[in-house]
């Protein structure tokens, strides 16, 4: 399977670095509208580059596509005319209107798939095996400001993240919302019937922080997403007085996952996908509820 990159910012820079190192890819190609760019990307990886993006779409299979959000749509449907497999960096569109409008132009038998990182984070599968029936789940991902980010509201640039776990991986049923916060710093608080969903989201923090926490009746559930670490804890079973003070022996769980780094995960499992023909499990259609559910919560903080 040959595989491209378009786009040599940070996350595709990061796709050239894994597929180069992935023996599921026989070749790799990167193209850059800065060709100089693109040239030195591809040096550094031992990969080749093209000049043009119809030199590209020749010597390719499939592509990750890494522009800048605002030119996801156009460049997608480049890519979809020469009926090229694609992998879309998230989000996969700017709008929901633009994503729906993508949807329309993918062929029968192209691959499509959105490049939502954290569905490939190995703590969601061991959550989603030990969950039962939750009664609170809240998501906290912040960041320190970074010059890197430029033109999204902190919704769509971090957020999004924890609303495709929640509605993709999580529950996916019907809900209210209430949202408040500003461009850079946001509060959802989502209802799954009886189950409230709080998400958090910072580009003001002075720690970075990415955490889900799941609360059951026997028990609570914590998990990080960068340390790639699950405890259990369960209800004490023990209860007793020492000195005069009240005590609980807590039953303190780790869960063993299998540490990995989720992109390369992402990009094999896509490979895979493309070379069998079958759906990546990030579909489009997925992607563009994302993105539809991101303006629902930037409309209602009137940004």
């Known amino acids: 399977m040959d595989v ?4 040599t910012g940070v996350m595709g820079r990061n796709h050239v670095r894994v597929y180069s190192e992935l023996k599921a890819a026989d070749s790799v190609w990167v193209y850059d509208l800065n060709t100089a760019v693109a040239r030195d990307v591809a040096e550094q990886n031992n990969v080749n580059y093209a000049t043009s993006m119809a030199e ?17 749509c156009n460049t997608a449907k480049e890519v979809l005319a020469a009926g090229v497999n694609m992998l879309v960096e998230k989000p996969i569109c700017l709008t929901a209107a633009e ?15 959105v490049g939502h990182i954290e569905r490939f984070n190995p703590i969601i599968p061991e959550i989603k095996r030990i969950i039962k029936d939750p009664l609170y789940v809240e998501i906290n991902r912040h960041n320190p400001a970074s010059a ?42 989502f209802d799954f019937g009886q189950t409230p969903v709080y998400l958090s989201a910072s580009r003001k923090a002075s720690k970075k922080i990415r955490l889900i926490r799941i609360e059951e009746e026997d028990f609570t559930i914590e998990g990080d997403f960068m340390s790639q670490e699950v405890y259990v804890y369960r209800k004490p079973e023990h209860y007793h007085q020492e000195a005069e003070r009240y005590v609980q022996e807590n039953i303190t769980e780790k869960v063993m996952v299998g540490k990995v780094e989720p992109l390369r995960t992402e990009l094999l499992t896509f490979i895979e996908c493309a070379r069998m023909g079958t759906p990546f499990p990030v579909s489009p259609e997925q992607g563009v509820e994302n993105v539809r559910v991101c303006e629902e919560i930037t409309g209602t903080m009137g940004i």
């Open 4 to 7: 491209g990159v378009i786009g």
């Open 148 to 189: 890197r980010v430029t033109g999204s509201s902190v919704v769509e640039d971090l957020m999004i993240h924890d609303v495709d776990i929640v509605f993709n991986a999580l529950f996916g049923s019907e809900y209210t919302m209430n949202a408040s916060g500003s461009f850079d710093v946001c509060a959802a608080l």
């Open 99 to 113: 994503g729906a409008e993508l949807l329309g132009s993918i062929p029968d038998g192209c691959v499509v798939g």
């Open 56 to 72: 590209l779409l020749r010597s390719v299979d499939a592509v990750s596509l890494c522009v800048p959000t605002p030119y996801h």
